[in-house]
């Protein structure tokens, strides 16, 4: 009988390498060139010269952004330097995709590059859900089955490091993209998501702990309103500097620690009720970042257990007979699961 094949495999060193330094020159841009990477354009004819970037904030639409008076050389340099820089990182992040790096789309990459700007991200917003799945296998050096996703989770804690409040609708229109506020039932109840035009269309989600799952919170700081999830103060505590790849960016942001995230997608996919295959992605996803933790990067899952909340413990060691199944090919893993959570 052939054995299960591994759920995943390590990088080679160069390319670990060289994800590395994108990571580390991106994480030192204050702001981000939104959309394509764009040329300069000199606009003459109205008694005063005007330099332009142009470019494609929306796939097929043209934009442009004002640089300054022509003979204003700093600021062309300036530009000129961003353009550039704009150009190394895309053909990265394109080379970096051919190589086996999670790289989601242009939609959220216009997303996240709003909030980073917009120095949301920096105050505190998290990315979670499936995008910090993929960064977390781009964080870790490992090539793994990831689904698409069309959802952007973004989580929050009650309090954001913003020295006043700003408008996350403000931020998602930003973008361009036609977001519209997601209908909620009661009809009353306010909307916590966004969404583009069409049922298949790019959905923003923004999540805060709460003890009832899916009841709206208000954010002021944000002007909007969370969906919350149980246990998510767990999942965010002392989170990750991470990166994610989306477009032709490289994204600076923050992510649940690893191992938290492994715990708490356990207990989700115990937790969903009538979503059987939502349940079943959370747990590959478990699963698959706990073997590349254990067997590639010697953390064990015995000590980060410890730290689990007692209420999230009997969810958790239900799923241990799926564990079984999606560990067929890794038996230290599953080792520390069956020492972890008992037989």
């Known amino acids: 009988m052939p054995s299960s094949p591994s759920l995943f495999h390590v990088q080679e060193l160069a390319f670990r390498t060289q994800y590395a330094e994108l990571k580390e020159r991106s994480s030192s841009v204050a702001a981000l060139l939104a959309g394509t990477p ?44 961003q353009i550039e820089f704009a150009q190394w990182v895309n053909a990265q992040v394109r080379n970096l995709r051919h190589l086996g ?11 996240l590059v709003e909030l980073h700007n917009r120095r949301l991200l920096e ?21 793994a089955i990831a ?12 309090h954001l490091k913003l020295g006043a409040p700003a408008s996350f609708l403000e931020a998602m229109n930003a973008t ?12 009353q109840a306010p909307s916590t998501s966004l969404k583009l035009k069409g049922r298949e269309g790019l959905r923003v989600d923004l999540l805060v702990q709460g003890k009832e799952l899916g009841k709206p919170i ?26 994610a790849l989306a477009g032709g960016h490289c994204i600076s942001l923050m992510l649940p620690r690893a191992e938290r995230f492994v715990w708490h997608k356990l207990y989700s996919s115990a937790s969903r009720k009538g979503f059987p295959e939502k349940a079943a992605k959370d747990l590959l996803q478990a699963a698959t970042l ?33 564990l079984r199944r999606a560990l067929a090919s890794h038996p230290q893993t599953l080792e520390q699961f069956e020492l972890t959570l008992g037989t």
């Open 38 to 81: 764009g040329t300069l354009f000199k606009r003459e004819g109205t008694g005063y010269a005007y330099w332009y970037r142009v470019y494609y904030q929306v796939p097929g639409i043209k934009a442009e952004q004002l640089i300054g008076k022509d003979g204003d050389q700093s600021a062309l340099d300036e530009a000129q330097r």
């Open 218 to 243: 208000a954010i002021p700081q944000l002007m909007w309103h969370a969906e919350g999830v149980p246990f998510f103060d767990y999942l965010l505590d002392d989170p990750h500097p991470g990166a």
């Open 123 to 143: 105050a505190g917003l998290v990315l979670v859900g499936t995008l910090a799945y993929m960064a977390w296998l781009n964080e870790l050096g490992a090539r």
């Open 101 to 111: 790096f999670q790289v989601a789309d242009k939609g959220v990459a216009s997303v």
């Open 147 to 158: 689904s698409r996703t069309q959802d952007v989770d973004l989580a929050t804690g009650q």
């Open 176 to 187: 361009k993209l036609g977001f519209s506020p997601v209908p909620q039932i009661p009809s």
């Open 290 to 322: 706990a073997a590349i933790l254990t067997e590639h990067q010697d953390e064990a899952l015995t000590d980060s257990f410890g730290e689990l909340p007692t209420a999230m413990q009997p969810a958790v060691k239900r799923r241990l007979p799926a």
